[in-house]
Every structure is written in structure tokens, then in C-alpha cells.
């Protein structure tokens, strides 16, 4: 079961923002480890409170946000940033 990565405008403009470094590990994370694997939640942890629903997933200090949608195999990033910033903004 091969899962499909797609990133929200917001999510595509965070990641473009970050260290070169930082972006190949979250495309290398997202890309190779995440579209293999056949629950995407096994990797991930989910939110609560106000974002019940949503999972994030840890690569160093920074974190993405994203929905997972079974029935479409996708995996939607809605963003990304430093642990320290992620969590008041999203």
C-alpha cells in the first residue's frame, strides 16, 4: 500500500523557509519512510484537545502537522516548524 504525500500552500511555504538540512530530513522522513509503511500511524502520535483528529510527527526539533485520509491513501501536511513554534500556531 504505497501512501501519497501532498502539502498544503501554508505547509509547502513553512517547509521552504526552513534549513536546507532540515528540509531534505523531512523529505527523506516523508517520502521514503512514511509512504512505505502500510498505517501511517505508527510513526506519528496523535493530537488532542482542539486537534483531535490530527498527527504529528517528530523529525528533531521539528515537528509536522498533518490529516490522514484512509479512504484516499494521502497523507495532507497542513505545517511544519520547530517544536517550540508549532504547536500556539497551528
Known amino acids: ?14 517547509i521552504k523557509k526552513l534549513d536546507p538540512q532540515v528540509q531534505r530530513k ?28 490530527l498527527w504529528r510527527y517528530r523529525i528533531g526539533d521539528f515537528r509536522l502537522i498533518c490529516n490522514i485520509e484512509d479512504h484516499q491513501l494521502i497523507v495532507l501536511v497542513l505545517a511544519a516548524g520547530h517544536r517550540k513554534n508549532i504547536y500556539g500556531r497551528y
Open 1 to 14: 500500500m504505497a501512501w501519497t504525500i501532498k502539502y498544503t500552500a501554508s505547509a509547502a511555504k513553512d
Open 26 to 53: 523531512i523529505r527523506v522522513f516523508l517520502e521514503d519512510d512514511l509512504t512505505t509503511l502500510e498505517n501511517p500511524r505508527s510513526k506519528g502520535k496523535g493530537l488532542t484537545a482542539n486537534h483531535a483528529g
